[in-house]
């Protein structure tokens, strides 16, 4: 698919074999503003309907019959390139929702929240990112406090950005975080 919602996309699908979307499977969702490939599963739909669909910028292939269902939790890795190409920072529309400043040149922040969540930080850890600066965008990510956050959420984040105690902090994390709590647990290991 490129350039399309995967959630949007699954329910146009849906509409279009007159299914349920609970009748359509996937692992993850992918980013919107990409090309991506991505496994489904259909539930009792004969492959030759799916493959008679015609949906603009999606493209049906590789069937295969399974007894499993597709569900989120199945991916065990992605691959994803990121480029960018003759980006004048002229050409962008200058709002702080999605512009990162980097040497003085705006780049689009497509960092958004399927890949980091609803933080408002994203600008932030995009730009870490992009620096090369993984350790920074890390620690930026377990750290950066939100207003709307859980008080108990703040204090943990504050607690690992003064201590930097990560087998403490790990303990502070309510399981909400499952994120934060699984980056924890990577470092710890």
Do not use: M
């Amino acid at each position: 698919k490129r350039n399309w919602d995967l959630l949007k996309i699954i329910k146009i699908i849906a509409d279009k074999l007159q299914v349920s979307r609970s009748r359509i499977g996937y692992a993850g969702i992918k980013d919107k503003v990409a090309i991506t490939y991505q496994t489904l599963s259909f539930f009792n739909i004969h492959p030759e309907k799916i493959k008679s669909l015609k949906i603009n910028d999606v493209e049906f292939s590789d069937f295969h019959y399974s007894q499993k269902p597709v569900k989120v939790g199945d991916v065990k890795s992605n691959l994803f390139s990121i480029t960018v190409r003759d980006i004048e920072s002229k050409d962008i529309p200058k709002t702080e929702k999605n512009i990162s400043y980097i040497k003085g040149k705006g780049v689009l922040n497509l960092f958004d929240s399927q890949r980091f969540g609803t933080r408002n930080i994203t600008h932030l850890v995009g730009k870490e990112i992009i620096k090369n600066r993984i350790p920074e965008a890390v620690f930026l990510y377990l750290t950066k406090t939100n207003k709307k956050e859980l008080a108990e959420t703040r204090k943990a984040r504050q607690f690992l950005a003064e201590t930097g105690n990560l087998k403490q902090a790990i303990k502070l994390f309510p399981e909400s975080c499952k994120w934060d709590l699984a980056i924890l647990n990577h470092l710890i290991s």
